[in-house]
């Protein structure tokens, strides 16, 4: 999954102490473009994205995976990047993303065709 929008703040790394040894987290708000934006908290976990070289204000596109976990009856939300890249694109006319499939043609057909939907 990619989200596109503004990096609002990048926040200070955190590194702790578990039970497979040391881990290292840094966490960083993306402000969504839009009428209404919305801000996402996402991390990054170990050392696979160097977020120094970004400065606040600049346009980004991200790699996320979205994951929900239970703990002690309550159940918490993840946003982890594995990629980000600057100058990011907002779905141009010639762009298309890549893990949806083309829309199917209908060249040569003079209408679409017919819903089998009852409603």
Same mark, same amino acid.
């Given at each position: ?9 990048? @926040?200070e ?6 039970? %497979?040894?040391?881990?290292k987290?840094?966490? @960083?708000?993306?402000?969504t473009p ?6 996402v ?8 994205? %160097?977020?120094?070289s @970004?400065? $606040? ?6 790699g996320?995976?979205?994951e929900?976990?239970?703990? %002690?009856?309550?159940?918490?939300? /993840? ?5 980000v ?9 010639n762009?298309? /993303?890549?893990?949806?499939p $083309? $829309? ?5 057909v003079d209408?679409m065709?017919? /819903? /089998?939907?009852? @409603?």
């Open positions: 999954m990619e989200i596109t929008g503004t990096l609002h703040q990048i @926040f790394p955190i590194t702790g102490q578990g039970r %497979n040894g040391t881990w987290k840094q966490e @960083f708000l993306l402000e839009g009428q209404y934006p919305k801000k908290l996402i991390s990054v976990w170990g050392d696979k994205i %160097n977020l120094s @970004f400065k $606040p204000g600049t346009q980004v596109t991200v996320i995976d979205v929900s976990r239970e703990y %002690n009856g309550k159940w918490y939300t /993840d946003v982890k990047a594995w990629k890249v600057a100058g990011a694109s907002t779905g141009g006319s762009q298309q /993303d890549v893990h949806m $083309p $829309p199917p043609s209908y060249e040569g209408t065709p017919a /819903d /089998d939907l009852p @409603f």
